[in-house]
Protein backbone atom coordinates (compact mmCIF):
# COMPACT_ATOMS: atom_id res chain seq x y z
CA UNK A 1 0.00 0.00 0.00
CA UNK A 2 1.30 3.29 -1.20
CA UNK A 3 0.94 5.66 1.26
CA UNK A 4 0.22 9.48 -0.77
CA UNK A 5 2.60 12.45 0.16
CA UNK A 6 1.36 14.88 2.50
CA UNK A 7 0.92 18.62 1.32
CA UNK A 8 3.99 20.09 2.27
CA UNK A 9 6.22 17.30 0.95
CA UNK A 10 3.76 17.93 -2.14
CA UNK A 11 5.01 21.09 -2.01
CA UNK A 12 8.28 20.84 -1.55
CA UNK A 13 9.05 17.66 -3.99
CA UNK A 14 7.48 20.50 -6.93
CA UNK A 15 10.62 21.46 -9.26
CA UNK A 16 12.25 24.82 -8.74
CA UNK A 17 14.56 26.10 -11.54
CA UNK A 18 14.65 22.17 -12.45
CA UNK A 19 15.45 20.64 -8.90
CA UNK A 20 12.81 20.32 -5.63
CA UNK A 21 13.32 21.96 -2.41
CA UNK A 22 13.10 18.10 -1.19
CA UNK A 23 16.74 18.07 -3.05
CA UNK A 24 18.85 21.20 -2.26
CA UNK A 25 21.73 20.60 0.18
CA UNK A 26 21.11 21.67 3.74
CA UNK A 27 22.99 25.34 4.46
CA UNK A 28 24.81 24.10 7.28
CA UNK A 29 25.92 27.68 9.51
CA UNK A 30 29.10 28.04 10.90
CA UNK A 31 29.70 27.63 14.96
CA UNK A 32 30.72 30.99 15.09
CA UNK A 33 27.83 32.61 12.67
CA UNK A 34 25.11 30.56 14.83
CA UNK A 35 26.42 32.05 17.73
CA UNK A 36 26.40 35.57 16.56
CA UNK A 37 22.62 35.12 15.28
CA UNK A 38 22.19 33.48 18.97
CA UNK A 39 23.60 36.36 20.87
CA UNK A 40 21.39 38.87 18.17
CA UNK A 41 18.41 37.00 19.58
CA UNK A 42 19.30 37.53 23.12
CA UNK A 43 19.95 41.09 22.79
CA UNK A 44 16.33 41.36 21.17
CA UNK A 45 15.23 39.67 24.27
CA UNK A 46 17.13 41.82 26.89
CA UNK A 47 15.81 45.35 24.84
CA UNK A 48 12.25 44.19 25.13
CA UNK A 49 12.73 43.68 28.78
CA UNK A 50 14.52 46.11 30.06
CA UNK A 51 11.92 48.14 27.65
CA UNK A 52 9.16 46.74 30.24
CA UNK A 53 11.12 47.25 33.19
CA UNK A 54 11.50 50.99 32.40
CA UNK A 55 7.59 51.54 31.57
CA UNK A 56 6.90 49.21 34.90
CA UNK A 57 9.60 50.73 37.34
CA UNK A 58 10.62 54.18 36.19
CA UNK A 59 7.88 56.60 36.41
CA UNK A 60 9.67 59.05 34.58
CA UNK A 61 10.21 57.11 31.54
CA UNK A 62 6.40 55.88 31.75
CA UNK A 63 5.02 59.08 32.29
CA UNK A 64 6.79 60.65 29.18
CA UNK A 65 6.12 58.12 27.01
CA UNK A 66 2.69 57.60 27.74
CA UNK A 67 2.36 61.60 27.16
CA UNK A 68 4.28 61.46 24.04
CA UNK A 69 1.76 59.24 22.61
CA UNK A 70 -0.90 61.22 23.87
CA UNK A 71 0.41 64.25 22.25
CA UNK A 72 0.63 62.40 19.04
CA UNK A 73 -2.73 61.32 19.32
CA UNK A 74 -4.11 64.92 19.64
CA UNK A 75 -2.01 66.15 17.05
CA UNK A 76 -3.20 63.60 14.63
CA UNK A 77 -7.01 64.34 15.40
CA UNK A 78 -6.34 68.10 15.13
CA UNK A 79 -4.68 67.38 11.59
CA UNK A 80 -7.65 65.43 10.59
CA UNK A 81 -10.31 67.42 12.31
CA UNK A 82 -8.70 70.55 10.01
CA UNK A 83 -7.99 68.70 7.14
CA UNK A 84 -11.07 66.11 6.40
CA UNK A 85 -14.36 68.14 7.46
CA UNK A 86 -16.77 66.23 6.02
CA UNK A 87 -15.05 62.66 4.90
CA UNK A 88 -13.25 59.65 6.41
CA UNK A 89 -15.51 60.22 9.75
CA UNK A 90 -14.70 57.26 11.22
CA UNK A 91 -11.07 57.67 11.16
CA UNK A 92 -11.87 61.27 12.93
CA UNK A 93 -14.02 59.19 15.45
CA UNK A 94 -11.10 56.57 16.22
CA UNK A 95 -8.41 59.41 16.74
CA UNK A 96 -10.74 62.05 18.84
CA UNK A 97 -11.79 59.04 20.78
CA UNK A 98 -8.37 57.63 21.41
CA UNK A 99 -6.90 60.83 22.46
CA UNK A 100 -9.37 61.40 25.07
CA UNK A 101 -9.33 58.21 26.27
CA UNK A 102 -5.46 58.54 27.18
CA UNK A 103 -5.92 61.98 28.41
CA UNK A 104 -8.95 60.96 30.53
CA UNK A 105 -7.79 57.80 31.63
CA UNK A 106 -4.71 56.77 30.86
CA UNK A 107 -2.17 59.51 31.23
CA UNK A 108 -3.81 60.62 34.72
CA UNK A 109 -4.04 57.00 36.21
CA UNK A 110 -0.40 56.09 35.22
CA UNK A 111 0.99 59.65 35.72
CA UNK A 112 -0.89 61.61 38.74
CA UNK A 113 -2.46 58.32 40.10
CA UNK A 114 0.71 56.59 40.65
CA UNK A 115 2.28 60.20 42.17
CA UNK A 116 -0.65 59.98 44.74
CA UNK A 117 0.28 56.62 45.53
CA UNK A 118 3.60 57.08 46.39
CA UNK A 119 3.06 60.62 48.35
CA UNK A 120 0.20 58.66 50.29
CA UNK A 121 2.64 55.88 51.08
CA UNK A 122 5.31 58.54 52.14
CA UNK A 123 2.63 60.30 54.30
CA UNK A 124 2.49 63.31 52.55
CA UNK A 125 -0.96 63.76 52.77
CA UNK A 126 -2.00 67.40 50.53
CA UNK A 127 0.30 66.18 47.98
CA UNK A 128 -1.40 62.65 47.62
CA UNK A 129 -4.96 64.85 47.80
CA UNK A 130 -3.61 66.86 45.30
CA UNK A 131 -2.51 64.07 42.55
CA UNK A 132 -5.94 62.62 42.74
CA UNK A 133 -7.58 65.31 41.41
CA UNK A 134 -7.00 64.72 37.40
CA UNK A 135 -7.93 61.16 37.90
CA UNK A 136 -10.92 62.19 39.73
CA UNK A 137 -12.24 64.75 37.51
CA UNK A 138 -11.29 64.77 34.16
CA UNK A 139 -13.72 61.72 33.41
CA UNK A 140 -16.21 63.75 34.51
CA UNK A 141 -15.82 67.27 32.40
CA UNK A 142 -16.81 68.31 28.80
CA UNK A 143 -13.88 68.34 26.10
CA UNK A 144 -13.66 72.02 26.43
CA UNK A 145 -13.26 72.07 30.26
CA UNK A 146 -10.11 69.80 30.66
CA UNK A 147 -8.19 72.73 30.95
CA UNK A 148 -10.17 73.62 33.97
CA UNK A 149 -9.30 70.29 35.85
CA UNK A 150 -5.62 70.75 35.01
CA UNK A 151 -5.68 74.28 35.88
CA UNK A 152 -7.24 73.24 39.32
CA UNK A 153 -4.55 71.08 39.80
CA UNK A 154 -1.52 73.38 39.15
CA UNK A 155 -2.89 76.48 41.04
CA UNK A 156 -2.80 73.72 44.00
CA UNK A 157 0.22 72.33 43.05
CA UNK A 158 2.25 75.85 42.59
CA UNK A 159 1.90 76.38 46.26
CA UNK A 160 2.89 73.20 47.51
CA UNK A 161 5.63 73.37 45.17
CA UNK A 162 6.94 76.59 46.23
CA UNK A 163 6.40 75.64 50.29
CA UNK A 164 8.21 72.33 49.76
CA UNK A 165 11.41 73.87 47.95
CA UNK A 166 11.20 76.75 50.92
CA UNK A 167 11.68 73.92 53.67
CA UNK A 168 14.49 71.81 51.60
CA UNK A 169 16.66 75.58 50.50
CA UNK A 170 16.28 76.20 54.54
CA UNK A 171 16.97 72.53 55.54
CA UNK A 172 20.56 72.84 54.15
CA UNK A 173 21.55 75.15 56.74
CA UNK A 174 18.75 74.57 59.35
CA UNK A 175 19.55 70.65 61.05
CA UNK A 176 16.64 70.88 63.53
CA UNK A 177 14.19 71.74 60.77
CA UNK A 178 16.27 69.31 58.84
CA UNK A 179 14.85 66.46 61.36
CA UNK A 180 11.67 67.87 61.54
CA UNK A 181 11.50 67.29 57.98
CA UNK A 182 12.22 63.64 58.45
CA UNK A 183 10.17 63.36 61.47
CA UNK A 184 7.34 65.17 60.12
CA UNK A 185 6.93 62.27 56.99
CA UNK A 186 5.63 59.96 60.13
CA UNK A 187 2.13 60.83 60.55
CA UNK A 188 -0.05 62.88 57.77
CA UNK A 189 -1.13 65.24 60.79
CA UNK A 190 2.53 66.09 61.25
CA UNK A 191 3.24 66.31 57.90
CA UNK A 192 0.22 68.60 57.27
CA UNK A 193 1.04 71.16 60.04
CA UNK A 194 4.08 71.43 58.41
CA UNK A 195 3.18 72.59 55.13
CA UNK A 196 0.65 74.65 56.44
CA UNK A 197 2.73 76.49 59.10
CA UNK A 198 5.64 77.17 56.12
CA UNK A 199 2.95 78.64 54.25
CA UNK A 200 2.06 80.60 56.48
CA UNK A 201 5.58 82.05 56.99
CA UNK A 202 5.80 82.51 52.86
CA UNK A 203 2.48 84.46 53.33
CA UNK A 204 3.66 86.51 55.75
CA UNK A 205 7.41 86.86 53.51
CA UNK A 206 5.35 87.98 50.59
CA UNK A 207 3.22 90.93 52.75
CA UNK A 208 6.05 92.27 53.94
CA UNK A 209 7.71 92.83 50.55
CA UNK A 210 10.75 89.61 50.97
CA UNK A 211 10.11 87.92 48.02
CA UNK A 212 10.76 88.56 44.53
CA UNK A 213 7.57 89.35 42.02
CA UNK A 214 9.43 87.13 39.05
CA UNK A 215 10.27 84.33 41.85
CA UNK A 216 6.60 84.20 43.82
CA UNK A 217 4.63 87.20 43.62
CA UNK A 218 3.57 86.67 40.23
CA UNK A 219 2.15 82.75 41.40
CA UNK A 220 -0.18 84.46 43.82
CA UNK A 221 -1.59 86.70 40.84
CA UNK A 222 -1.78 83.32 38.68
CA UNK A 223 -3.19 81.19 41.16
CA UNK A 224 -5.84 82.89 42.17
CA UNK A 225 -7.14 83.94 38.50
CA UNK A 226 -7.20 80.07 37.40
CA UNK A 227 -8.97 79.60 40.93
CA UNK A 228 -11.50 81.87 40.02
CA UNK A 229 -11.73 80.37 36.41
CA UNK A 230 -11.51 76.92 37.32
CA UNK A 231 -13.56 76.22 40.44
CA UNK A 232 -16.91 77.66 39.83
CA UNK A 233 -16.39 75.91 36.00
CA UNK A 234 -16.60 72.76 37.30
CA UNK A 235 -18.75 73.18 40.07
CA UNK A 236 -21.63 74.66 37.71
CA UNK A 237 -20.73 74.37 34.19
CA UNK A 238 -18.80 71.18 33.98
CA UNK A 239 -20.38 70.43 30.09
CA UNK A 240 -20.18 74.02 29.46
CA UNK A 241 -18.40 75.56 26.40
CA UNK A 242 -19.74 78.99 24.66
CA UNK A 243 -22.30 80.37 27.39
CA UNK A 244 -21.43 83.70 28.42
CA UNK A 245 -20.72 82.28 31.81
CA UNK A 246 -18.16 79.21 30.28
CA UNK A 247 -16.61 82.34 28.51
CA UNK A 248 -15.89 84.80 31.17
CA UNK A 249 -14.35 81.72 33.51
CA UNK A 250 -12.19 80.70 30.62
CA UNK A 251 -10.47 84.20 30.20
CA UNK A 252 -10.06 84.16 33.56
CA UNK A 253 -8.31 80.59 34.16
CA UNK A 254 -6.43 80.78 30.83
CA UNK A 255 -4.95 84.01 31.60
CA UNK A 256 -4.11 83.05 34.88
CA UNK A 257 -1.91 80.44 32.75
CA UNK A 258 -0.43 82.93 30.98
CA UNK A 259 0.69 85.24 33.85
CA UNK A 260 2.29 81.80 35.32
CA UNK A 261 4.32 81.10 31.91
CA UNK A 262 5.53 84.12 32.44
CA UNK A 263 6.66 83.68 36.16
CA UNK A 264 7.80 80.23 35.09
CA UNK A 265 10.38 81.35 32.01
CA UNK A 266 11.33 85.04 33.54
CA UNK A 267 11.72 83.86 37.25
CA UNK A 268 14.40 82.20 39.31
CA UNK A 269 17.86 82.27 38.82
CA UNK A 270 18.23 78.94 36.28
CA UNK A 271 16.72 80.22 33.06
CA UNK A 272 16.93 78.33 30.15
CA UNK A 273 16.20 77.33 26.60
CA UNK A 274 13.66 74.33 27.93
CA UNK A 275 11.96 76.73 30.19
CA UNK A 276 11.44 79.35 27.22
CA UNK A 277 9.63 76.35 24.88
CA UNK A 278 7.85 75.10 27.73
CA UNK A 279 6.19 78.64 28.60
CA UNK A 280 5.67 79.26 25.04
CA UNK A 281 4.00 76.11 24.20
CA UNK A 282 1.89 76.20 27.30
CA UNK A 283 0.69 80.73 26.34
CA UNK A 284 -0.33 79.59 22.98
CA UNK A 285 -2.09 76.84 24.38
CA UNK A 286 -3.74 78.75 26.49
CA UNK A 287 -4.74 81.32 23.50
CA UNK A 288 -6.30 78.29 21.98
CA UNK A 289 -7.85 77.35 24.75
CA UNK A 290 -9.76 81.10 25.42
CA UNK A 291 -10.57 81.03 21.53
CA UNK A 292 -12.33 77.48 21.33
CA UNK A 293 -15.16 79.39 23.43
CA UNK A 294 -16.07 81.68 20.63
CA UNK A 295 -15.95 79.82 17.46
CA UNK A 296 -17.96 77.14 15.10
CA UNK A 297 -18.17 73.58 17.31
CA UNK A 298 -16.12 71.96 14.67
CA UNK A 299 -13.36 74.79 14.95
CA UNK A 300 -13.38 74.47 18.59
CA UNK A 301 -12.38 70.60 18.25
CA UNK A 302 -9.06 72.15 16.35
CA UNK A 303 -8.28 74.37 19.18
CA UNK A 304 -9.27 72.09 22.15
CA UNK A 305 -6.83 69.00 20.62
CA UNK A 306 -4.39 72.16 19.64
CA UNK A 307 -4.21 73.33 23.42
CA UNK A 308 -3.97 69.60 24.55
CA UNK A 309 -1.01 68.31 22.35
CA UNK A 310 0.78 71.35 23.20
CA UNK A 311 0.22 71.26 27.20
CA UNK A 312 0.52 67.66 27.26
CA UNK A 313 3.80 68.12 25.57
CA UNK A 314 4.93 70.70 27.52
CA UNK A 315 4.43 68.49 30.66
CA UNK A 316 6.45 65.82 29.29
CA UNK A 317 9.54 68.65 28.90
CA UNK A 318 8.92 69.43 32.21
CA UNK A 319 9.20 65.98 33.53
CA UNK A 320 12.87 65.50 31.76
CA UNK A 321 13.49 69.20 32.78
CA UNK A 322 12.81 68.63 36.13
CA UNK A 323 12.86 64.93 37.19
CA UNK A 324 16.60 65.77 38.67
CA UNK A 325 14.65 68.31 40.96
CA UNK A 326 11.61 66.06 41.92
CA UNK A 327 14.56 63.48 42.96
CA UNK A 328 16.12 65.43 45.67
CA UNK A 329 12.46 66.53 47.20
CA UNK A 330 11.48 62.94 46.99
CA UNK A 331 14.88 61.54 48.73
CA UNK A 332 14.98 64.77 51.05
CA UNK A 333 11.12 63.48 52.55
CA UNK A 334 11.73 59.70 52.55
CA UNK A 335 14.75 59.72 54.44
Known sequence: MQIAPSQNQSVLAMPVHGQSLLSLPKIELSPKTASKIQELHQEENKKSKNLFSLLVKNSDYRNISISGINALLHA???VTNFTMKKKNQGLKKFLNDAAFFCTRWIAPISSYGSAALEAFENKRGIEGLIKLVPPLLLPTVGDANIDAVFGLVNA????????????KEKAKTDTELAEKLKSGNSSFKE?????????????SDFKQGKLKFWDHGIY??????ILAGSIPMLLFGRNDRNSTFAKSLGFLRNLGGIFGDLGFVLGGENKSIYKFIIGVMCSISAIANIGKRWVSEDMSKILIHLGSALDVSAYALWNVFNSKNAKERAALATT
Open 76 to 78: LAM
Open 156 to 167: LNQPYDLVSDRL
Open 191 to 203: NRQMIFNEFKNYL
Open 220 to 225: FLNCSL
